[in-house]
C-alpha cells in the first residue's frame, strides 16, 4: 500500500508559513507526513510570477511536489486547503484522481457563487488599503481585520511582518492570485472523498460560498459558529478535531471510527 502524507495548502498571497504550528499538530495528532508548498509568488516563490489561472498554478504545485518530495512520490496524498487553496486542491484531485486520496477544503468559494459572496462588498475599502499600504505593520493589521475575529495577537502579527518582509508578494502578484481564483469554476467532480468547513462568522467570504460548493460536490459540510476566514488561526483546536473525525473515516493514518 502507497503511503499517505497530508499536504497543506494556503490562500491568496499568504505562504506555508502562515500556517504558524498547525503543520506539526496535525502530524503528532495523526501520526503521518504533514508537507506544505507555496504557491509561486509567494514564501520562497515570491520572485516568480504567479499563473493567471488556478490549472496552471495547480500544475505547477504538482511540479514542485515531485522535486521538493521525490520521497513520497507515490503516496497518496490527503489535500487540506483554505479559501484559493482550496480552488488548487480541487482541481488537483480532478487532474490526478489517482493520487488525491480525499479534500479537506476550508472556507473556499468558486464562481458557483456571486462575485459579492465570494468578496464581501462591505470589505473593499479594507481590501483597497491593504493592497496600497507600504508600511507591513499596517498591512498585516489589515489582513487581520480582515480574516480573523479573535482579538489581535501583536506576536502573530510580527510573525507575519517578518515573512512580509522575508518574501514580499508583490502587488501585481496579489493581482494576478487575484484574477486566477475570481474565474475558477470546478467543471468536474473531485471522485474522493471530500469536507467542506466553513465560518459563519467569516466577514470576508460569505459561508454560503462553502454550502454551495458542498452541495455541487455532494460533499458534507460542517459550520464553525464564531471564527473568521482564517480558520486554523482563530479555533485551530476545533479543525483540528475535524480533520480527526474525517481522516478516520477515510484511514489516514488512524483506525476508522
Known sequence: MAAEVVLLLRGLVREKRHWLNFPSQVAQQLNVPVLTLD???CGALCQQPSPLSI???RQQLQQQFGLQFPQHRHARLHLCAISMGGMLALDW????PAQVASLVLINSSSALSPFWHRLRPAQYFTLLRCMLSRQPEQREALIWQLTSNQPLQPEVIQQWVHIACESPVSAANAARQ????ARFRP??????????LASQADRLVDWQCSERL???LNAEVRLHSEAGHDLPLDDPHWLLAQLKLFYSKVKCGLPAI
Open 178 to 181: 487575484l484574477w486566477a481564483a
Open 214 to 216: 458542498a452541495r455541487w
Open 39 to 41: 504557491v509561486p509568488g
Open 93 to 96: 484531485a480532478v487532474a490526478a
Open 187 to 196: 467543471v468536474t467532480k473531485a471522485q474522493c472523498p471530500v469536507l467542506v
Open 55 to 57: 490549472q496552471q498554478m
